[in-house]
């Protein structure tokens, strides 16, 4: 019996995180897409769909062998309303992961050129420029969220709210004093 190869558990792993985006995008005030707290940021809305031009172009790059700004990527076009960032982003993941499927691990010391005209192992792109990196932003995004007074969801533990809802489930649960 063989164990989970390097793929199998990024493959894992990045599918558990991107459970967990949809779930901030599912959370996004629905009247906020500009929402902006820096004017030289992003607005919640382009954040958002910064995380689906994560997977669809890291995704297309490795499975070319090399990036470039002049890349058309399939089904890139931004949404400009929050609620066609989740399945926008969705649809996205999915074909990356699609582009993925038979990428093996002896090919992750494999070298692709990077958009600046760097090497860089496919191993480092999953890992660092994809997976770390969708995870930063999307921590940006749940702060923006909740900046926006939206409650973005607990994602490795529970927020204030679902935190409150417990405890006052516990209390309930607690016998009376005599």
Known sequence: MSGFSEMDTFRSLWASEAERTLRVLETLPSDQYDFRPDPKGRSIGELAWHLAEID??????????????????PDLKRPRQITELAPGYRRVHEQA??????????RLDENVTFSDGRPM?????????????LV???????????MASGAPPGLYGPNREEMQEMQEMIAKMQPASA
């Open 56 to 73: 669809g172009c890291l995704s297309f790059g490795v499975a070319k062998g090399h990036f470039s700004y002049d890349d058309h990527v």
């Open 136 to 146: 930063h932003h999307r921590g940006q995004l749940a702060l923006m969220c909740r």
């Open 97 to 106: 992961v699609a582009r993925l499927t038979n990428l093996e691990d002896e």
């Open 121 to 133: 192992t496919i191993r480092n792109v999953l890992w660092e420029e994809l997976l770390h990196h």
